[in-house]
């Protein structure tokens, strides 16, 4: 998005109010262990409840191994998809190729009128 003339999408906090109907929520299961959160779930709380950025998040993983920004951002638009809220600002601050397929204000109407 963002041609000349255009006016660039107003990004903010993202609050769903239900979560989307084929989303399912799968717990990681160990045998003999407690569920644990997904990991698109550990990376949105990082992002959303302390406040951590994308780059933060993909290189300091509980494993060890350091994961894509990309990656990241894509557990955090799993969080939109469960209703969680997420900024998006923030979240498409990390990458100017990112924040650049964020579609502006018209084509935003133009997949809301095809919709």
């Known amino acids: 998005g963002g041609g000349v003339g255009r006016r660039p999408m107003r990004l903010a906090v993202l609050v769903p109010k239900v979560p989307w109907q084929y989303a399912v929520y799968k ?29 933060s998040i993909a290189m300091t993983q509980d494993s060890g191994k350091a994961i ?8 955090c638009m799993e969080a939109l998809s469960h209703a969680r809220p997420v900024d998006l600002r923030r979240l498409f601050a990390y990458s100017a190729a990112a924040a650049a397929n964020v579609p502006d204000q018209g084509e935003w109407e133009q997949l809301e009128d095809a919709a």
């Open 27 to 55: 717990p990681k299961v160990k045998k003999g262990c407690p569920p644990e959160p997904p990991v698109w779930e550990v990376s949105w709380k990082r992002f959303h409840e302390r406040g951590d950025s994308v780059e």
């Open 68 to 75: 894509q920004p990309d990656t990241v951002a894509g557990h």
